[in-house]
């Protein structure tokens, strides 16, 4: 199955509607998206508008490939269930989003194994054309390194005493 998000946010219709006419132009019927409320809505994509943290999470370990906009809930989970990620970005110049954050997230996820990146549609649609051949993703841990936590501590502590 391939399982496409777009967060919980907002719709991000950019992506659907490529994933969906991609899927009937590839006669792909593997496709789950969670589109968001108030959406577009797909005419050849099964999906649901919103889907709570158990099924998000079930989604993601069921599939063979996660796409998906360059949110970080998106990112986390996909990295720490070990499932390869193709991100395409929303874009703040086309009211998607505040700002281009999730531009400059995708582009520093680039270099992390099993995560692809499409910064437009053409990209998209590229890319999904190879969606069979998701290379192996890399998983993290779902808790902060030690040396983090203890970084943290630190700080919290001398920030109390001033």
């Not at 700002?99 to 999904?128: F, M, P, W, Y």
């Amino acid at each position: 199955m391939i399982f496409v998000t777009v967060g919980s946010d907002t719709p991000f219709d950019r992506l659907i509607k490529t994933i969906d006419r991609w899927a009937f132009e590839n006669s792909r019927r593997d496709v789950f998206a969670q589109i968001g409320r108030n959406a577009w809505k797909p005419q050849f994509v099964a999906y649901s508008e919103m889907l709570g943290p158990h099924d998000f999470k079930r989604h993601v370990n069921a599939a063979r490939v996660v796409v998906g906009h360059a949110g970080m809930g998106t990112i986390l989970t996909a990295l720490q269930l070990n499932t390869p990620l193709l991100v395409m970005p929303r874009r703040g110049a086309m009211g998607e989003t505040r700002n281009n954050h999730q531009v400059d997230t995708a582009r520093e996820l680039e270099c992390i194994k099993g995560v692809d990146v499409a910064l437009d549609e053409r990209s998209l649609i590229e890319k999904l054309q190879f969606i069979d051949d998701a290379k192996n993703s890399v998983s993290i841990s779902s808790h902060a390194d030690e040396s983090l936590t203890s970084s943290i501590r630190e700080f919290i502590h001398r920030h109390k005493q001033s």
